[in-house]
Nanobody, 123 residues
């Protein structure tokens, strides 16, 4: 049974960094497309970064380009999201999800949603 588990969130000051990790049971992530979404209170779920089975990465909002980096650690079977130069507007619950097709920022195309990991950026 497919299940994804996110970890690595926390409270950080503006300008700080975090490294989020997505692990899976029931599926080998390197064969699939993995996307990181985030959802802030009162806002819709937003696609952040995606990596496909070939290792090609796509960042979605202009606000994260150059600051967030998605990568795959096939040895550990995880997909990671490095968050640098964090801003208060990055505060959200971050989720990873999986699909068999190409990268997309449409949440409805993905499955295996975990509980998410909370990222709070505040001084």
């Amino acid at each position: 049974q497919l299940q994804l588990v996110e970890s690595g969130g926390g409270l950080v000051q503006p300008g700080g960094s975090l490294r989020l990790s997505c692990a899976a049971s029931g599926v080998t992530l390197r064969y699939y497309t993995i996307v990181w979404f985030r959802q802030a209170p009162g806002k819709e779920r937003e696609g952040v970064s995606c990596i496909d089975a070939r290792g090609v990465a796509t960042d979605y909002p202009d606000s994260v380009k150059g600051r967030f980096t998605i990568s795959r650690d096939d040895a550990r079977g995880t997909v990671n999201l490095q968050l640098n130069d964090l801003k208060p507007e990055d505060t959200a619950t971050y989720f990873c999800a999986v699909r068999g097709g190409s990268c997309s920022s449409t949440a409805a195309l993905f499955g295996g949603w975990g509980q998410g990991t909370q990222v709070t950026v505040s001084s």
